[in-house]
């Protein structure tokens, strides 16, 4: 059994409690970094109606890209499909997923998408850097066995303990440092959009790289396990982002430049 939080009235076990005071903490960023860099624009009714519709889609999205990835135990006990508080909610589904919807509720409201993107890469850094930690306390996403010097004695999602990589410790450690640097980016003032693009090529960057010492068992397609090859995917769209913004940043300071000797 995963160990648990007793609540009074209720018992909440300790990885959904992780899960839900990161999610908690990423909202409370976001909506600081939008009353700082956009309070004008994105009033505190639209970020709330906003972060609710991407928080039901990034649920739904986290639950469904993991049953999917794990369809031979799935359709097997379908009746664990809707067991969220036992584990199993994959970021890359919910990222993907909220990113979709918060592009359709910008384009419905006719708001810059870049903008609200830009809170969510900082809300969801930080989310992620304490979410990890619950995985830990699950034993989920666990690292493989190593005879490593830096291996510690941690326990797989069945309760099995040996010496592992401690993936879970380092990758919570990458997201915090990468909330700290998007942080410092944002304080400069960057384009909008410029912030959500560091995030993606970086988080993908880092979840590529210590995706070779997951010892958790997905599909795989040669040596590289899906999640890898998303990874790969976002990190193209990233960069492909962050050029585009650069450019219309350049063409930007042209216009401006002809204007002003015209």
Avoid at 233 to 254: D, H, N, Y
């Amino acid at each position: 059994m995963p160990p648990t939080l007793d609540l009074l009235f209720f018992e909440l076990s300790t990885y959904s409690a992780f899960v839900l005071l990161g999610i908690g903490t990423g909202l409370g960023v976001a909506f600081g970094y939008v009353r700082k860099r956009a309070r004008r624009t994105i009033s505190p009714p639209v970020f709330l109606s906003a972060a609710l519709i991407v928080f039901v889609a990034a649920w739904l999205g986290a639950r469904a890209y993991h049953v999917a990835l794990n369809w031979d135990y799935y359709s097997a006990h379908p009746e664990t499909i809707a067991q969220f508080g036992a584990g199993g909610l994959a970021m890359r589904g919910a990222f993907i997923a909220g990113c979709v919807a918060l592009a359709i509720y910008a384009r419905v409201r006719n708001m810059r998408w870049t903008k609200l993107a830009d809170a969510a890469a900082l809300g969801l850094a930080v989310g992620q850097a304490i979410g990890w930690l619950g995985a830990l306390a699950r034993g989920a996403n666990y690292g493989v066995v190593s005879d490593a010097p830096w291996a510690l004695e941690l326990p797989d999602v069945y309760g099995l303990v040996a010496p592992r990589f401690p993936l879970q410790h380092l990758t919570s450690g990458v997201f915090a440092l990468l909330f700290i640097g998007l942080l410092l980016l944002a304080m400069s003032k960057p384009r909008a959009g410029t912030v959500f693009g560091v995030y993606v090529c970086v988080s993908a960057a880092a979840n590529f790289v210590l995706g070779f010492q997951r010892g958790d068992e997905t599909l795989t397609v040669g040596m590289l396990r899906i999640d890898q090859i998303v990874d790969m995917l976002l990190f193209a769209r990233g960069a492909s982002a962050l050029v585009c913004t650069r450019l219309r940043k350049s063409e930007q300071r042209r216009l401006e430049f002809t204007e002003s000797v015209g």
